[in-house]
């Protein structure tokens, strides 16, 4: 049973198009995440969620938008998608001050 | 600025010996302190965490923190080529549970 899982695996879509990941996690955690790695491989926090409750908004394009209908879901959409957008989006949760645990990533290419 | 360094390698140990990874953090009111293995393709995993100064061990790992120096680094005894992965350094520096990450070391375990 998956704790952190998101949808869809592989994204590969034209530039303009709007884009959503969905993100969910069955372990209780209070607090959601959704991260960026590029091609370099660095890690970059984008928002997180705790509660349902924005806590951290990175400097991020205001064409992403996070939506959190419940503590165990934590949606992403992206409107108008540009070639710097490709990337892996990884959705994680944690409880406290302990550690995260992340989805298995979307990997998004825009062509 | 906060910030997490750690040398990006590749960190080439032959099998069977010690590897021995590194993290360095700029934030002295930093609270906890996290290893993470992400194997290409992969998710990041959470493999040890620690609090308090002192050396943490599970099994092959051994976490050390020493908060004076603020460094954090990873012992792992024994290095299978299945070690071989980027590991990841992240540091919680406070309560809004904000990981800070490294931008991970490529471990090698030769054959």
């Known amino acids: 049973d998956t704790a952190v899982s998101q949808t869809p695996k592989y994204l590969v879509t034209q530039m303009g198009n709007d884009k959503s990941i969905k993100c969910e996690q069955n372990?209780?955690?209070?607090?959601m995440y959704w991260y960026k790695q590029d091609s370099k491989k660095f890690l970059k926090i984008m928002f997180s969620?705790?509660?349902?409750?924005?806590?951290i908004n990175e400097t991020v394009p205001n064409r992403f938008s996070p939506k959190s209908p419940d503590k165990a879901h934590l949606n992403l959409h992206i409107n108008s998608l540009e070639l710097g957008d490709s990337a892996v989006y990884f959705c994680?949760?944690?409880?406290?001050?302990?550690?995260?645990?992340f989805g298995q990533g979307t990997r998004l290419t825009v062509v | 600025q906060k910030e997490v360094e750690q040398n990006s390698g590749p960190l080439s140990v032959p099998e069977g010996a010690i590897a021995s990874l590194n993290c360095t953090y700029s934030?002295?009111?930093?609270?906890?302190f996290f290893w993470y293995r992400q194997y290409s393709g992969k998710s990041p995993e959470l493999i040890m965490f620690?609090?308090s100064n002192g050396d943490k061990e599970d099994g092959r790992f051994t976490a050390q923190l020493n908060k004076a120096s603020q460094y954090v680094s990873l012992l792992i005894r024994d290095s299978q080529p299945s070690d071989s992965a980027t590991y990841l350094c992240?540091?919680?520096?406070?309560?809004?549970?904000?990981?800070?990450w490294g931008a991970g070391t490529k471990l090698i375990i030769k054959p």
């Open positions: 994680a949760s944690s409880q406290d001050l302990s550690g995260a645990f």
């Open positions: 372990l209780g955690h209070d607090t």
């Open positions: 969620y705790n509660n349902k409750e924005l806590i």
């Open positions: 934030d002295r009111g930093s609270q906890s």
């Open positions: 620690i609090y």
């Open positions: 992240a540091v919680n520096t406070d309560s809004n549970y904000q990981l800070i």
